[in-house]
């Protein structure tokens, strides 16, 4: 998962921002943090390696169902692409197929792609949501992410209780009020 060439740069950079903020690098706590930066970096942001279109697609099966098949409470991390401070919370991910179904645990694995760039959480709404729509091409598909953003909680606004909602919706969610209410009963509690 961590590349050699990588690592060395972004440790390089992190010794030098402990410099610039007054810190000694090579007191003993601090020794081995620039490596330890640099390989978490490389974790939090490994979505750009990977293509959740074709993760989808390793595990797509015909099937009649055509009920709303539910993903709830799903785990996100991310680090948001203005502050790189992490948010965090959970997305609620359904879908009505149209003789298409995904393997269930693809669902959270896209989730986890996107997430793992860096992110604003209303585009992550919308990737998880259009990724789904263009491989299953379902009769429609729904997404909420709840989470808590540690830039608007640790500085700026420091609103330690707020938390942000996005939801992006498409085909029988956004025609279908029923269809909608639904979702959202069985989502969001």
Known sequence: MYHEATTRELSTLTHRQLQLVGEDPEREGLLKTPERVAKAMQFLTHGYQLDPEAILRSAVFEESYSEMVLVKDIEVYSLCEHHMLPFFGKAHVAYIPNGKIVGLSKIPRIVDVFARRLQ??????????????????????????????????????????????????????????????????????
């Open 120 to 189: 604003v959480q209303e585009r992550l709404t919308i990737q998880i949501r259009d990724a789904i729509e263009r491989v299953l091409e379902p009769e429609g598909v729904a997404v909420v992410i709840e989470a808590q953003h540690l830039c608007m909680m640790m500085r700026g606004a420091e609103k330690q209780n707020s938390s942000t909602t996005t939801s992006a919706m498409s085909g029988a969610f956004l025609d279908n009020d029923n269809t909608r209410a639904e979702f959202m009963r069985l989502a969001v509690r």
